[in-house]
C-alpha cells in the first residue's frame, strides 16, 4: 500500500554530515508515522529516530539516545519525502538504514512499521 524508497547514503568522515530521504507513494503520506531504523552488520535493526503522532499529543519525534541532538528527522508533505539529518557523525553509525512508516501512532520497535524501504548503506569512517 506504501512503497518508500531512501537515498542519500554514502560515505563520510567521523565529525562529517549526511541527508537521508525517504520517497514514499502509494498512500496519504501526512496520515502515517514516519521512522528511521539501522542495522549494522551481526546486530539487531535498531530505532533511530521517528516522526508522527502519538494518542491525543499531536505531531512528535522521537530519537534513539544515541543519535539524540546529532540527527534530525523531518518531513516534507507535499512532497511525500521524509528525511534524516545526519551531523557529527561516528564510525559507530555505520549502518544500513531504512525507512519505515505506519499508520499507527509512533513507535520505536521495527514491529509497528508495516512498510519499509529498501535501506540506504551509510559508512562512517575515522
Known amino acids: 500500500q506504501v512503497h518508500l524508497v531512501e537515498s542519500g547514503g554514502g560515505l563520510a568522515q567521523a565529525g562529517g554530515s549526511l541527508r537521508l530521504s525517504c520517497a514514499a507513494s502509494g498512500r496519504t503520506f501526512s496520515g502515517y508515522s514516519m521512522g528511521w531504523f539501522r542495522q549494522a552488520p551481526g546486530k539487531e535493526r535498531e530505532f533511530v529516530a521517528a516522526q508522527g503522532w502519538s494518542g491525543y499529543s499531536g505531531s512528535i519525534t522521537d530519537y534513539a539516545d544515541s543519535v539524540k541532538g546529532r540527527f534530525t528527522i523531518s518531513r516534507d508533505n507535499a512532497k511525500n519525502t521524509a528525511y534524516l539529518q545526519m551531523t557529527s557523525l561516528k564510525p559507530e553509525d555505520t549502518a544500513v538504514y531504512y525507512c519505515?512508516?505506519?499508520?499507527?501512532?509512533?513507535?520505536?520497535?521495527?514491529?509497528?512499521?508495516?512498510?519499509w524501504g529498501q535501506g540506504t548503506q551509510v559508512t562512517v569512517s575515522s
Open positions: 519505515a512508516a505506519t499508520p499507527e501512532p509512533i513507535s520505536p520497535s521495527i514491529h509497528s512499521y508495516p512498510y
